[in-house]
Each structure stands twice: as C-alpha cells, then as structure tokens.
C-alpha cells in the first residue's frame, strides 16, 4: 500500500496550481497524494487532474466569504471550517471517511496556521513555498543587515549570499502609493488574498516581501519553524546559492523541486504551446488562432509583451503613461489589461462584475496604432506568447509564475515590480541572472512615460541581453530540471527512511 502525503494549498492559482504539480510528482513516486481544498475550489480544479492514478481529492465543507474590512484579520471562521474538517478527517469524526494517518503534510506557508492540527496527531509537516528561493533569502539577509542607513551610491554585501545581491539605497525604496485597502510590501503584507477571498486568477508569493521592518523577523521563518524540511517551487540550476542559504539558516534540509509548471511546458520547449489544451479559456476578447495569427505577421524577436498580474498592477495614472509610451514607440506589442486595472484594492474582491470591469482601458489606442499592437481584455494566452518566437521581450511585474516561465523559454525582461516578492524577483533577475533591465530605478516616484520609451528601447535593442536570455532558457530545453528530479526523489527517500518523533 503506497504511503500518503497531504498537501494543503492557499487560495489563488499562483498557489494552486503549483501544489496540483507537486501532487502528480509525488504520484509518480508511488505516494499517495491527497490533495486537500475547500469545497468552493472544488470548480477550480481541471477535470484532468482528477484522472490521476495516486492522486485523491478531498474536499472540507467551507463555503467563500465577504472580504474583511482593511486592516483587520482574515475571518476566524473559515480558519475554523478547514481546521475542523481536518481534525474531523484525522480523527475519523466525519462520518463518511476512516480515520487517516498521513506520512506527512506538505503545507503551503501562507496555510502554516493549521500547523498546529497534525502537531496534535504526530503528523511531520513540511513547507512549501510556492514563489523562489531568492526573495525568502534576501528578505532574511536584510533582516540580519539591517540596512537602514544605505547612502545613495552605496553597495552593501549580504554575508552569505552572491556579491550580485549587494544592496543599494534604490533597492530599500517602494511605492508610496499603493491603493487604499491592499496589503503593503512588508512583513504581514503578502500580495495574496486573505482566507475567505473567493478564488481568482492570480500569481502567487512568499508569505511576504519587501524589506522587512528593522528588528522584525520574516515572518516566513516562523512559519517553517516546527516542520521537518522545506520545499521550494524552484531549481538549483536558477537559484542553488539561495537555495543553500536558506537551509544553512533553518538547519533543515531544503529542496528546490520546480519550476512547478505543466508537463506540457516542459515537453514542448522550442515549439509553440497553447494555453487552451492544459488551461481553462476564461473571458477573453481573442481567442488563441487569432493570438498566433497576429504575432506570425510579426518579425522574430520584434514583439514587446506586456503584462501585470491580475491582482497587482500599476495606478490609473502610470496606466495611462504606458499606453502613450506604447504608442510613441515603434515596437509592436500585445498588452494584457485586466478587469479592474489601476483600481483601488483587488480587482474581483467583493464586487460585483460590472464594477470589477471598471478600472483602466487605452480607448482609441488600437486605432492610433493599428496592427503594431494587439491590446486583449481579460484572459491572455501567456504561455503560447512567450514561445513564439516573434516575441522578444516581456514588461512584467516580475511574479514568480510568469518570471519563470518566460526564462524557461528564454525571454528577457523589462521589470516593473508593484510590491512584495515581486521587488526581490526583480533584483534576481536583473542583478544576477542579467536578463532584464529596470523600468525606473527609483521605484518611490510613480513611473513616467519617458521611464517606459527608454525602458522599451533599451531592452529591445540588448543583443548582448537577448543572448543571455536564450542560454539561460536553453537550459530548460531538456524538459523538467534534472536537479529537481533528484531533489524530489531526495524528498521521498527522506520521508520513507526517516523515524519522526514528536
């Protein structure tokens, strides 16, 4: 009889489609993988995942919630749904199931508060992190720097990490003005929806980013304090030295055991991948024949894409400086805008659709800029945009689920970072990896129309950048990282040899 696992994910898709991948690895290592959710996700979960031989779901009656007011905690009572249906399933107290005794439980960090559940049965638990290993380094080394007094013009070494990752005063600065009712870019302030926000597209994230508060600790290390190890969803081929430091800090072992992306990512490097076959179609005012019928008129390596997070994104106002700098420029472009861009608070959170769908829109930009540019409302075929080969540059925010995959098909960036782990992904990418550029370096000022022409001309016509980009993607060319097979295999030899006491 295969061994059982529990993996608990967080709500939205940058946490929830990371932890089904883990399940259909952990699957295939003969573990049986239950894969635990609230009721209401139950529609977010693609048929197909279901057909997997050793994966199990199991669903924990809990209904979605309002939203709570700003400032105030998630609502206790769904905190006490799932912790009840867990108790009820440990324990046999739900009727229509026997009581179960998982080897462990792999826990989503942003899900660490039910920690305390399988502590009470003598279940191990491990943490999984759904974003990289550099942010949750970083933010920890800050923390141990204190670097409160960075002049202008200064660099500070992180002991412990790269010399690419020398702080600098512009590093330390954030955006003054993110929207009323969103969580800041501090410790507590995890740019993920609290318990109790219905499920929506989205990026996931470290627990929290950003510098952390002088003398405050991450509060990523008290939420792996108590587990047994921990997972991150990255690879030693991108991340070893953060990796590394991670597990020098904790004392535990730590695996980098992604990119978690679809099988068919990795299976079809250097061909075009559509988004349709693995991904639900939502609201879009294109389809996918129609993407690839515009960008095969373009020429290799001419297209800029733009895209933000569909829970983060630029003001009203930065909006409309980057729909003039777009139409100032010459290069051709898609644009993704999403319902709710450049409004206050999460786009989908407590309103209706026809209020979501107020926020931005460029009207009249299509028609001054014609066929250069592709401007789609809503759901956007990501990945078969970034493996087209017309597309030759990629203005992000810099979530880890989209930075990822567009190195993986060797894309370099123009980094716009909103808040978070997103300023961490940012400073990876542009520092150490050295495939993308900044789009301002002063982060504190909201980011002008010149910022972005100069950003564009500049990524563009980076050959240099351009050619470290395809290396880097080259890497991935070979499917699903070999260092990442070994780390999960690694993982399962851990959890059948080790004898856990409590």
Same mark, same amino acid.
């Given at each position: 009889?295969?061994?059982?696992?529990?993996?608990?994910?967080?709500?939205?898709?940058?946490?929830?489609?990371?932890?089904?991948?883990?399940?259909?690895?952990?699957?295939?290592?003969?573990?049986?993988?239950?894969?635990?959710?609230?009721?209401?996700?139950?529609?977010?979960?693609?048929?197909?995942?279901?057909?997997?031989?050793?994966?199990?779901?199991?669903?924990?009656?809990?209904?979605?919630?309002?939203?709570?007011?700003?400032?105030?905690?998630?609502?206790?009572?769904?905190?006490?749904?799932?912790?009840?249906?867990?108790?009820?399933?440990?324990?046999?107290?739900?009727?229509?199931?026997?009581?179960?005794?998982?080897?462990?439980?792999?826990?989503?960090?942003?899900?660490?508060?039910?920690?305390?559940?399988?502590?009470?049965?003598?279940?191990?638990?491990?943490?999984?992190?759904?974003?990289?290993?550099?942010?949750?380094? &970083?933010?920890?080394?800050? %923390? $141990?720097?204190?670097?409160?007094? *960075?002049?202008? =013009? +200064?660099? !500070?070494?992180?002991?412990?990490?790269?010399?690419?990752?020398?702080?600098?005063?512009?590093?330390?600065?954030?955006?003054?003005?993110?929207?009323?009712?969103?969580?800041?870019?501090?410790?507590?302030?995890?740019?993920?929806?609290?318990?109790?926000?219905?499920?929506?597209?989205?990026?996931?994230?470290?627990?929290?980013?950003?510098?952390?508060?002088?003398?405050?600790?991450?509060?990523?290390?008290?939420?792996?304090?108590?587990?047994?190890?921990?997972?991150?969803?990255?690879?030693?081929?991108?991340?070893?030295?953060?990796?590394?430091?991670?597990?020098?800090?904790?004392?535990?072992?730590?695996?980098?055991?992604?990119?978690? &992306?679809?099988?068919?990512? %990795? $299976?079809?490097?250097?061909?075009? *991948?559509?988004? =349709? +076959?693995? !991904?639900?179609?939502?609201?879009?005012?294109?389809?996918?024949?129609?993407?690839?019928?515009?960008?095969?008129?373009?020429?290799?390596?001419?297209?800029?894409?733009?895209?933000?997070?569909?829970?983060?994104?630029?003001?009203?106002?930065?909006?409309?400086?980057?729909?003039?700098?777009?139409?100032?420029?010459?290069?051709?472009?898609?644009?993704?805008?999403?319902?709710?861009?450049?409004?206050?608070?999460?786009?989908?959170?407590?309103?209706?659709?026809?209020?979501?769908?107020?926020?931005?829109?460029?009207?009249?930009?299509?028609?001054?800029?014609?066929?250069?540019?592709?401007?789609?409302?809503?759901?956007?075929?990501?990945? &078969?945009?970034?493996?087209?080969?017309?597309?030759?540059?990629?203005?992000?925010?810099? =979530?880890?689920?989209?930075?990822?995959?567009?190195?993986?098909?060797?894309?370099?960036?123009?980094?716009?970072?909103?808040?978070?782990?997103?300023?961490?992904?940012?400073?990876?990418?542009?520092?150490?990896?050295?495939?993308?550029?900044?789009?301002?370096?002063?982060?504190?000022?909201?980011?002008?129309?010149?910022?972005?022409?100069?950003?564009?001309?500049?990524?563009?016509?980076?050959?240099?950048?351009?050619?470290?980009?395809?290396?880097?993607?080259?890497?991935?060319?070979?499917?699903?990282?070999?260092?990442?097979?070994?780390?999960?295999?690694?993982?399962?030899?851990?959890?059948?040899?080790?004898?856990?006491?409590?």
């Amino acid at each position: 009889m295969s061994a059982e696992i529990w993996v608990i994910p967080f709500f939205g898709q940058g946490h929830l489609f990371p932890c089904m991948e883990l399940c259909k690895h952990l699957a295939s290592r003969n573990f049986k993988a239950t894969f635990i959710i609230p009721s209401y996700l139950s529609s977010s979960i693609p048929s197909s995942f279901r057909e997997y031989p050793l994966i199990q779901i199991v669903e924990i009656s809990s209904a979605p919630m309002a939203p709570p007011e700003p400032g105030s905690n998630p609502p206790r009572k769904h905190h006490s749904q799932i912790a009840q249906g867990l108790e009820d399933i440990l324990s046999g107290g739900n009727e229509n199931t026997d009581p179960v005794r998982p080897v462990c439980a792999v826990l989503d960090v942003m899900m660490s508060w039910s920690a305390d559940i399988f502590k009470k049965f003598q279940i191990p638990t491990v943490a999984f992190f759904t974003s990289g290993a550099c942010s949750a380094a &970083l933010e920890y080394a800050i %923390w $141990k720097a204190h670097p409160v007094d *960075l002049k202008p =013009g +200064e660099k !500070r070494l992180l002991p412990g990490l790269p010399e690419e990752m020398a702080l600098t005063s512009s590093d330390l600065k954030r955006r003054p003005h993110d929207p009323p009712g969103q969580p800041p870019p501090f410790p507590g302030g995890s740019g993920a929806p609290p318990p109790g926000f219905p499920l929506h597209p989205g990026g996931g994230g470290p627990p929290n980013g950003g510098p952390p508060t002088p003398g405050q600790q991450p509060q990523w290390v008290d939420e792996v304090n108590g587990t047994i190890a921990s997972m991150i969803n990255t690879c030693d081929d991108l991340e070893h030295p953060f990796i590394e430091y991670i597990s020098n800090q904790i004392e535990k072992p730590v695996w980098g055991v992604g990119p978690l &992306l679809p099988e068919k990512y %990795w $299976k079809s490097a250097g061909s075009i *991948l559509h988004d =349709g +076959e693995f !991904r639900t179609n939502r609201r879009s005012n294109v389809t996918e024949d129609e993407v690839i019928e515009w960008l095969d008129s373009k020429a290799r390596g001419s297209v800029l894409y733009v895209s933000f997070g569909t829970e983060v994104g630029p003001t009203m106002e930065e909006y409309t400086q980057l729909a003039e700098a777009l139409e100032s420029s010459t290069q051709p472009f898609i644009w993704v805008i999403q319902p709710g861009s450049g409004r206050s608070g999460p786009p989908f959170f407590g309103r209706g659709q026809s209020e979501a769908e107020g926020g931005y829109f460029p009207h009249g930009l299509d028609s001054k800029v014609g066929k250069r540019g592709l401007i789609i409302c809503g759901w956007a075929p990501q990945l &078969l945009i970034l493996s087209h080969p017309s597309t030759g540059g990629f203005l992000s925010h810099c =979530g880890w689920n989209s930075t990822v995959e567009a190195i993986g098909r060797g894309v370099p960036f123009l980094v716009w970072p909103i808040r978070g782990d997103q300023h961490h992904d940012a400073k990876w990418v542009v520092s150490y990896l050295k495939v993308g550029h900044m789009i301002t370096n002063d982060l504190s000022e909201k980011v002008k129309k010149d910022d972005i022409v100069k950003g564009i001309e500049k990524l563009m016509a980076d050959e240099g950048m351009k050619k470290r980009a395809e290396n880097l993607g080259a890497k991935f060319q070979n499917g699903f990282p070999k260092s990442s097979v070994a780390a999960l295999n690694a993982f399962g030899d851990y959890i059948k040899n080790s004898d856990f006491t409590f």
